[in-house]
């Protein structure tokens, strides 16, 4: 008897309890401050979620923390370190700052890392104060040999963690970590990469990875994954996380880059998911959000297994910083992160409230998915304007020039304050970047009429299908569709039908190949002619292929301009000195009479109901709901 209790205390001794914590998509949000309303915000900020880690590891002898990229672009905050007050060589990036506080084990790169161009991302790694691990990146080396290829950055690591077991006593667990990104930023970032690095698949390069990490004596394998959670998987694709934990070897899926929350119930649906364990295929996966609003937690048991280690139960699990139903913090935040950023946060403040003209009315997206919308319009006459200027000159001088663009703060994912709001008075540096959030730079493609119907139809996959003969009421607003992919095109004027289907799926895919939902297509008064060319003011993401629009490669593109688009809309405002937010209502959705259509956005867009809208009432989650009708 005696010998059975030594033996069971051994084995008892054998098991290690391990915490594994995220943060993911934090976009420079190292404060709980909205720069584009210019005021101190509870609802994100990595301040909150650094108590939440405290409390973490607090309740944990071995924890881990892991970064799931997307980290130095997203605010006011990453411009002006970037390009505004560029960082020193040698300078820690604020946001870096701000996680040596917290000590990080490593980082994955995400997709917007790379926004910033590659030297300034080798700079930061430079002085970054833990490991980044990216695996599916390699140097183009210009040869057609994938054999020689070499990896662009650290793919892989393998570090040694002191556990101690559930008695205290210490091992060693081989914890190896892999890192991986959407393989599109080739696309997305064509400018800044082409020729200098190339990218593969995700689930091929962990298919080529975990088995020489497993040789290397990884006791456990964690893949950060800058990728999200689909329900099923073709090569090259995006959002890998899913297929990932099918990969043999991998024992934990870190997930990102859609902004969503795993274990959440908008994955309820995913084939292998188990949302209340926070499993997919019987493997731990989390994703923690956005901007710091979450903290993602897997807690692993493992038992000793020879002399490795093997992981007998696994689940994860979300703590929020903010309460959406009462809407206040769950957390005070960490004052050690505002003292780490305090010089980037106070130079951000002055950048951006510096004067760019005066404004003669307010500008708010709230209705931007309903109708044309001064806050896409604006974008428009900047970049149309710009383009033109640009085209003097050249062969392309004296064809007609178009603008695509879409309104980038329209709610949806990011939640019921993601709206544009500026007030009449002062336009300043703020209103310029909360009308034009990302880095883009301008660039325009030659496309002709029947291209142009093509971008349009591709763009009218923001909406659900509305049944005219079902009078109940029907949501119209597609949210799975991001709203950056919602182009308006100024210089021509249409409708859009939403009685029909999409003519294209989410990934720009056809699926109804009969569907017509842009109707009354119009250039100058007249049907537009589908051999006619035109010229398309854009930006560098839409030229090069992001999105998957429909011929849009990056094969047409006629001008490739070194200025950000945020700097052609400041130019635009300061030509005009004072700027009348109007829109020319080039765009409508089709009437549907006698239909009953829902539509959400902030509760504040009571204030500028259109015609044929009513207010019904708030949700739980912050979003209000209305009514249009025709």
């Known amino acids: 008897m005696t010998l059975a209790l030594a033996l069971a205390g051994v084995a008892q001794a054998q098991t290690v309890e391990l915490r594994i914590m995220e943060t993911t998509d934090l976009h420079t949000s190292a404060l709980g401050y909205d720069y584009y309303q210019d005021k ?103 040869d057609a040999n994938p054999n020689n290829d070499k990896n662009a950055f650290t793919p892989y690591l393998i570090q040694r963690k002191v556990v101690y077991d559930t008695t205290g006593r210490p091992y060693v667990v081989n914890v190896g970590v892999i890192g991986f990104l959407p393989p599109q930023i080739m696309q997305w970032d064509k400018a800044n990469l082409d020729g200098k690095v190339t990218t593969r698949d995700i689930v091929e390069t962990a298919r080529k990875f975990i088995p020489e990490m497993k040789a290397q004596g990884a006791d456990i394998i964690v893949a950060i994954a800058h990728s999200g959670i689909n329900a099923d998987y073709t090569p090259g694709q995006e959002n890998a996380a899913t297929e990932l934990t099918k990969v043999p070897g991998v024992d934990v899926v870190l997930s990102g880059h859609s902004h969503q929350e795993f274990p959440g119930p908008v994955y309820k649906s995913i084939p292998g998911a188990d949302i209340t364990k926070g499993t997919i295929n019987g493997k731990p996966v989390v994703m923690a959000g956005f901007w710091g609003n979450d903290l993602g937690i897997i807690d692993l048991k493992l038992e000793r297994n020879g002399q490795g280690w093997k992981i007998v139960d696994g689940t994860s699990s979300l703590r929020p910083i903010w309460d959406k139903t009462a809407k206040k913090n769950l957390v005070t935040p ?182 017509n939902r842009i109707k009354n297509l119009m250039f100058g008064g007249k049907p537009i002619d589908p051999n006619a060319q035109f010229v398309v003011a854009t930006n560098n993401y839409r030229a090069s292929g992001g999105g998957s629009f429909p011929g849009l490669t990056g094969k047409n593109i006629i001008l490739q301009a070194p200025d950000e688009t945020r700097q052609a809309i400041i130019k635009y405002f300061q030509d005009q000195k004072t700027v009348n937010p109007t829109a020319d209502n080039n765009w409508k959705l089709t009437p549907i009479p006698g239909a009953t259509v829902t539509y959400f956005s902030s509760p504040t867009a009571q204030k500028t109901l259109p015609s044929g809208a009513k207010y019904l009432n708030t949700r739980e989650d912050g979003f209000a709901e209305y009514q249009l009708s025709w």
């Open 334 to 515: 960490d004052p050690r992160i505002a003292q780490a950023v305090k010089a980037a946060h106070e130079g951000t403040l002055a950048y951006v409230r510096g004067k760019v003209a005066d404004l003669s009315a307010p500008i708010n997206s709230y209705w931007s998915l309903t109708q044309d919308d001064p806050s896409v319009q604006l974008v428009s006459n900047a970049q149309i304007a710009y383009v033109k200027n640009a085209l003097k000159g050249t062969q392309y001088e004296k064809l007609p020039v178009l603008s695509a663009a879409a309104p980038f703060k329209a709610g949806g994912r990011s939640g019921a304050s993601y709206y544009t709001d500026i007030p009449a008075g002062t336009l300043a540096i703020k209103n310029v970047a909360d009308l034009y959030v990302y880095p883009n730079t301008v660039q325009a493609v030659l496309v002709n009429g029947a291209q142009v119907k093509e971008w349009l139809e591709r763009a009218a996959g923001q909406f659900k299908q509305i049944d005219p003969n079902n009078k109940n009421p029907q949501e119209l607003v597609d949210n799975s569709f991001p709203t950056y992919n919602f182009d308006i095109i100024d210089g021509v004027t249409y409708e859009i039908d939403v009685t029909q289907p999409s003519k294209y799926d989410g990934s720009g895919k056809v699926v109804n190949a009969g569907a």
């Open 40 to 142: 101190p915000t509870g609802e994100f900020g990595l301040e909150y979620t650094a108590t939440l880690i405290k409390q973490a590891r607090d309740q944990k002898r071995n924890t881990l923390l892991f970064d799931n990229g997307d980290l130095i672009q997203g605010n006011p905050l990453g411009d002006y370190v970037a390009r505004v007050n560029p960082l020193k060589l040698g300078q820690e990036h604020p946001m870096h700052a701000a996680m040596s506080v917290l000590k990080y084990d490593a980082g994955n790169l995400g997709n917007h890392e790379f926004n910033y161009g590659l030297p300034f991302l080798q700079q930061v790694l430079g002085a970054a104060p833990m490991p980044y691990v990216s695996a599916n990146v390699y140097v183009d080396d210009g």
